[in-house]
């Protein structure tokens, strides 16, 4: 069973923090992962992907990934009140097949506050 | 470029009854995802297509789901009939290839089950 785990939240910082969000998983064989920005009543909005151990910096995000610890991150640099949103955790399990499905976590809720 | 198209936005039904959700992936990808996600949770796959193919339909409840994507392009979803715990958002979402691409999301469907 491939589980996916985020922290639970809801998690609140001011504006101009980092907000850290976490997400482990438990199949050693994924090597895919996704963060997910979904604002209520919207769909999941793709906004970072990582494939390989370290960092993955785009703009104000920053993807970590651990594969030996299983947990891959999400930083939010200088928080924003529009970044408010649930953000979903999604891993792939990459056995060479043309299996595409993601697994996602509940998701964390983030308020940033002004 | 176009997004996913999803229709309609918005279905209540009473239970017992049938639905029908539409789909239209992004022009030219090949693997067309159907995913239902139940409020606080994340989105759990239902089936995926590899163009007209069924890849993995493992989570449908096929006593009363079907799904089909006839052409390779569109794709439609049926629920009968339909129980209280299938109200839900259905969300459809489409990549170039399965296994190595990002997700793109279309807007959903937002069931109610009465």
């Known amino acids: 069973q491939k589980e996916v785990e985020q922290n639970s939240g809801p998690l609140s910082v001011p504006e101009g923090a980092i907000a850290s969000l976490n997400c482990t998983y438990s199949?050693?064989?994924?090597?895919?992962f996704f963060w997910y920005r979904q604002y209520s009543g919207k769909s999941p909005e793709l906004i970072m992907s990582?494939?390989?151990?370290g960092d993955k910096e785009d703009g104000r995000f920053t993807a970590q990934l651990n594969k030996a610890s299983q947990y891959v991150s999400l930083l939010i640099r200088d928080s924003q009140p529009s970044d408010s949103a649930t953000y979903l955790c999604a891993v792939r399990p990459n056995r060479g097949s043309t299996l595409g499905r993601l697994y996602f976590g509940r998701g964390t809720q983030l308020t940033v506050w002004p | 470029e176009a997004g996913v198209a999803q229709s309609p936005r918005y279905k209540i039904i009473e239970k017992r009854q049938s639905v029908a959700f539409w789909c239209n992936p992004i022009s030219g990808h090949a693997t067309l995802y159907w995913y239902q996600q139940i409020l606080g949770q994340g989105p759990k796959l239902l089936i995926q297509?590899?163009?007209?193919?069924?890849?993995?339909d493992s989570q449908l409840p096929k006593d009363r789901f079907s799904a089909e994507r006839l052409k390779g392009v569109d794709s439609t979803l049926k629920i009968q009939p339909a129980k209280l715990e299938d109200s839900a958002v259905y969300l459809c979402?489409?990549?170039?290839?399965?296994?190595?691409?990002?997700?793109?999301f279309g807007p959903g469907t937002r069931l109610t089950v009465t």
């Open positions: 199949d050693r064989v994924s090597q895919s």
């Open positions: 297509f590899q163009n007209n193919g069924v890849v993995d």
């Open positions: 990582i494939y390989s151990n």
């Open positions: 979402a489409s990549s170039p290839e399965a296994g190595i691409n990002e997700q793109y």
